[in-house]
């Protein structure tokens, strides 16, 4: 195992920058993710850990050791691509020892390491198969067989399971915690869909145009999101975004939309003052809204009118315009709602965030006023 550092990596091809002066360091052991919209750069850095693509400035340091100018069968790394790139007219057997007959591995060493990787991915029936005998699922666990065989310090998987259902998806995710749990390797894993970057990744970076937004634990990027970017990225269904004023009404901090207003809590006002007067940006997870009591017609409150309406079983999805504003929440299923009504919804109130409209970085999150609630009564206690 190895820690992985980028310092100030930028990727040029051309007059196209695809990554710019990236700075990350992956722990060792850690299952670090990088996930963004294709076209963000993540698959270029992957590669230039590697050793596939050339860095154009920085530097990459894998373990105690500088690889810009190391070949990457030298780089102790093994990487699994999304299309399995298994040879066909190969056993199932043959294509995990391949890496390992190159270097001149001993055989008895091969047999062992091979059918242990098998054991280990639930394959060992299927050594004597060929690719195409295989499901989608078994092609990938070979994959990932022939990349544990070469023991090698970092592991490197790029989208392996776009391919697959979403079925196999889930169980896929959960078997490559478990193995990452066991082997306890240094992973970068690649993916666009950020359902996989929070359930797998111990941390995940955020990445947009080549740029760096944030990284973080899943359940940080979710509750304190650095902008509208991740705000946005990470959480499904999207966070809403409301277009907003900060003005200060009775002495008292609120955002003031066209058909809305949202009290600042005095907690944390003071942390947006220096943005009274200006366009601001309020953030709202479709969780974190629910049916206002009938009568409430209070402050605090939003109505939208509903436009589509998704039963999922376990809940209900509502999609709503306010003021040409596409609000979506995730509702309990035994609502009666239907496209056309008027729908009243209230905010949980410390589950609001507020974006500068200019920069789109994060002025604050309501969840602060919780946390610092609870670290004083922690403090007394």
Same mark, same amino acid.
């Given at each position: ?36 919209? *294709? ?23 894998? =373990? ?6 190391? /070949? ?7 990487? $699994?691509?999304?299309?399995?790139? #298994? ?17 001149? +591995? ?18 060992? !029936? ?38 697959? !259902?979403?079925?196999?998806? +889930?169980?896929?995710?959960?078997? @490559? ?37 944030? +990284? ?6 979710? !509750? ?10 990470? =959480? ?16 008292? @901090?609120?955002?003031?939309?066209? &058909?809305?207003?949202?009290? %600042? ?10 943005? #009274? ?6 953030? %709202? ?5 629910? /049916?206002?009591?009938? =009568? ?17 079983? *376990? ?5 709503? !315009? #306010? ?9 309990? /299923? *035994? ?10 919804? &209230? ?32 403090? $007394?206690?």
């Amino acid at each position: 195992m190895a820690k992985v550092v980028l310092k100030n990596v930028t990727k040029r091809f051309g007059s196209l920058t695809a990554v710019r002066n990236v700075s990350l360091e992956v722990e060792d052991g850690e299952f670090m993710v990088l996930v963004g919209p *294709s076209g963000c750069g993540k698959t270029t850095i992957l590669r230039m850990i590697a050793g596939l693509e050339e860095v154009t400035e920085g530097e990459i340091w894998i =373990g105690d050791r500088l690889v810009n100018d190391v /070949p990457p069968k030298d780089r102790d790394i093994a990487m $699994v691509f999304q299309n399995y790139a #298994l040879y066909p007219h190969m056993t199932v057997y043959d294509n995990i020892a391949f890496g390992l007959k190159l270097r001149r +591995v001993p055989k008895p060493e091969i047999d062992r390491r091979v059918r242990q990787a098998a054991e280990m991915l639930g394959i060992a !029936d299927k050594l004597r198969a060929k690719p195409r005998e295989l499901s989608g699922g078994q092609r990938q666990r070979v994959a990932v067989g022939r990349a544990i065989v070469r023991n090698p310090k970092v592991f490197l998987f790029d989208e392996p399971l776009s391919n697959l !259902d979403a079925k196999l998806r +889930v169980k896929m995710r959960a078997e @490559l915690q478990e193995l990452h749990h066991r082997l306890k390797t240094t992973t970068v894993y690649v993916t666009h869909d950020q359902v996989e970057a929070m359930t797998l990744g111990h941390r995940v970076a955020v990445l947009n145009h080549g740029v760096l937004q944030q +990284v973080d634990t899943p359940q940080r990027l979710y !509750d304190f999101p650095a902008n509208v970017f991740v705000a946005g990225f990470i =959480g499904s269904p999207a966070m809403n975004f409301l277009p907003a004023k900060l003005t200060e009404t009775n002495g008292q @901090l609120v955002a003031q939309g066209s &058909s809305f207003r949202f009290t %600042i809590p005095e907690a944390i006002a003071p942390k947006a003052e220096g943005f #009274l007067g200006r366009d601001v940006v309020v953030g %709202i997870r479709p969780e974190h809204l629910q /049916p206002a009591e009938p =009568g409430d017609d209070g402050p605090d409150r939003l109505t939208i009118a509903v436009k589509v309406v998704e039963p999922l079983g *376990s809940e209900l999805i509502v999609y709503g !315009d #306010l003021d040409g504003v596409e609000v979506g929440a995730r509702l309990d /299923p *035994s609502l009666r709602v239907q496209v056309g009504d008027k729908l009243t919804l &209230s905010p949980q109130p410390t589950k609001l965030h507020l974006f500068d409209k200019e920069s789109e970085r994060a002025i604050l999150h309501f969840q602060e006023l919780e946390e610092k609630a609870r670290e004083e009564k922690e403090r $007394v206690a």
